[in-house]
Protein backbone atom coordinates (compact mmCIF):
# COMPACT_ATOMS: atom_id res chain seq x y z
CA UNK A 1 0.00 0.00 0.00
CA UNK A 2 2.62 2.56 0.70
CA UNK A 3 5.71 0.65 -0.74
CA UNK A 4 6.25 3.58 -3.28
CA UNK A 5 6.29 6.59 -1.45
CA UNK A 6 8.34 4.61 1.53
CA UNK A 7 10.18 3.75 -1.45
CA UNK A 8 10.05 7.62 -2.87
CA UNK A 9 11.39 8.93 0.60
CA UNK A 10 14.21 6.32 0.05
CA UNK A 11 14.87 7.19 -2.90
CA UNK A 12 15.72 11.33 -1.68
CA UNK A 13 17.34 10.29 1.60
CA UNK A 14 19.70 7.81 -0.78
CA UNK A 15 20.38 10.68 -3.23
CA UNK A 16 21.42 12.86 0.12
CA UNK A 17 23.93 10.28 0.96
CA UNK A 18 25.14 10.20 -2.75
CA UNK A 19 26.36 13.98 -2.95
CA UNK A 20 27.98 13.62 0.21
CA UNK A 21 30.06 10.57 -1.01
CA UNK A 22 30.91 12.07 -3.88
CA UNK A 23 33.98 13.32 -3.33
CA UNK A 24 35.02 10.12 -2.34
CA UNK A 25 35.11 8.38 -5.59
CA UNK A 26 33.33 5.54 -7.07
CA UNK A 27 34.24 2.65 -5.11
CA UNK A 28 32.66 1.76 -1.51
CA UNK A 29 36.04 0.55 -0.37
CA UNK A 30 37.07 4.24 0.03
CA UNK A 31 33.96 5.59 1.26
CA UNK A 32 32.70 6.63 -2.51
CA UNK A 33 29.62 6.10 -4.64
CA UNK A 34 28.97 2.66 -5.68
CA UNK A 35 26.95 1.33 -2.61
CA UNK A 36 24.88 4.18 -2.36
CA UNK A 37 24.07 4.49 -5.80
CA UNK A 38 23.08 0.55 -6.10
CA UNK A 39 20.15 1.14 -3.00
CA UNK A 40 19.12 4.65 -4.83
CA UNK A 41 19.12 2.36 -7.84
CA UNK A 42 16.76 -0.28 -6.09
CA UNK A 43 15.02 2.40 -4.18
CA UNK A 44 13.63 4.15 -7.86
CA UNK A 45 13.04 0.71 -9.09
CA UNK A 46 10.57 -0.17 -6.31
CA UNK A 47 9.31 3.16 -6.93
CA UNK A 48 8.36 2.38 -10.16
CA UNK A 49 7.42 -1.05 -9.96
CA UNK A 50 5.45 -1.42 -6.67
CA UNK A 51 5.68 -3.96 -4.70
CA UNK A 52 3.66 -6.21 -6.69
CA UNK A 53 1.66 -9.21 -6.08
CA UNK A 54 2.17 -10.10 -2.52
CA UNK A 55 1.37 -12.80 -0.45
CA UNK A 56 -1.04 -10.83 2.13
CA UNK A 57 -2.59 -8.51 -0.94
CA UNK A 58 -3.54 -11.68 -2.73
CA UNK A 59 -5.04 -13.34 -0.08
CA UNK A 60 -6.54 -10.17 1.15
CA UNK A 61 -8.19 -10.81 -2.28
CA UNK A 62 -9.33 -14.27 -2.03
CA UNK A 63 -10.73 -14.15 1.93
CA UNK A 64 -13.16 -10.91 0.07
CA UNK A 65 -14.01 -13.53 -3.21
CA UNK A 66 -15.52 -16.55 -0.33
CA UNK A 67 -19.08 -17.04 0.01
CA UNK A 68 -20.28 -15.79 3.22
CA UNK A 69 -22.33 -18.37 4.78
CA UNK A 70 -20.78 -22.10 4.23
CA UNK A 71 -22.81 -24.54 3.16
CA UNK A 72 -23.78 -27.48 5.59
Request: charged residues 10%.
Amino acid sequence: MLTRPAALAVAVLLAVALSVHLPNGFFWTNGGVEYPLMWLALAIAIALRGSGATPWTSAWACASKLPQEVPE
